[in-house]
């Protein structure tokens, strides 16, 4: 059986380097179907009561925001990458609301990369997710980690 051959493994992760993921435009309906499903607080579902509310409007929820950063961390490098999986997140910050018609654009920057002393065939890297508005804002970051398989000897 051949072993299959990624784009990203642990050694092409590097402290410092930022990795752009492209951009996405929410829409006022998706973050409705969201939060109807997953967090139907009234300032997510009800555009009524979302007027009166402290944002003036409908906002996406936080996990909404989350989930479309990890569509765009899935598409732009782990869906060809030797990931293994993640132990966890260390912090997850929503530091400005999400509203409709907001782009975002999210990046992905290496903080820090351990070999495993454990298992020599795979490591941890340590990685800081951000998403910034069109308006040049950040509204929301996520620092976690991930394991990666090292790269086959040859």
Same mark, same amino acid.
């Not at 909404?64 to 569509?71: A, E, G, N, V, Y």
């Not at 800081?128 to 069109?134: D, G, I, P, R, S």
């Given at each position: %059986?051949?072993?299959?051959?990624?784009? +990203?493994?642990?050694?092409?992760?590097?402290?410092?380097?930022?990795?752009? &993921?492209?951009?996405?435009?929410?829409?006022?309906?998706?973050?409705?179907?969201?939060?109807?499903?997953?967090?139907?607080?009234?300032?997510?579902?009800?555009?009524?009561?979302?007027?009166?509310?402290? @944002?003036?409007?409908?906002?996406?929820?936080? +996990?909404?925001?989350?989930?479309?950063?990890?569509?765009?961390?899935?598409?732009? @490098?782990?869906?060809?990458?030797?990931?293994?999986?993640?132990?966890? &997140?260390?912090?997850?910050? +929503?530091? &400005?609301?999400?509203?409709?018609?907001?782009?975002?654009?999210?990046?992905?920057?290496?903080?820090?990369?351990?070999?495993?002393?454990?298992?020599?065939?795979?490591?941890?890297?340590?990685?800081? +997710?951000?998403?910034?508005?069109?308006?040049?804002?950040?509204?929301?970051?996520?620092?976690?980690?991930? %394991? @990666?398989?090292?790269?086959?000897?040859?």
């Amino acid at each position: %059986m051949t072993e299959k051959k990624f784009t +990203w493994y642990f050694e092409d992760f590097v402290p410092g380097q930022v990795i752009q &993921l492209g951009q996405r435009t929410v829409t006022e309906e998706e973050i409705i179907t969201f939060a109807t499903q997953f967090d139907p607080q009234s300032f997510h579902i009800d555009k009524e009561a979302a007027k009166n509310s402290i @944002f003036g409007n409908v906002i996406a929820s936080g +996990w909404h925001t989350c989930s479309m950063i990890m569509r765009m961390v899935v598409d732009g @490098f782990l869906a060809d990458s030797s990931s293994m999986g993640s132990p966890g &997140l260390d912090e997850v910050r +929503w530091l &400005l609301p999400v509203r409709p018609g907001d782009t975002l654009t999210v990046t992905a920057e290496t903080t820090g990369s351990k070999p495993s002393t454990s298992k020599p065939d795979r490591g941890v890297i340590n990685t800081l +997710w951000k998403a910034v508005n069109q308006h040049g804002q950040v509204v929301c970051t996520i620092h976690g980690m991930g %394991m @990666f398989g090292r790269r086959p000897q040859a």
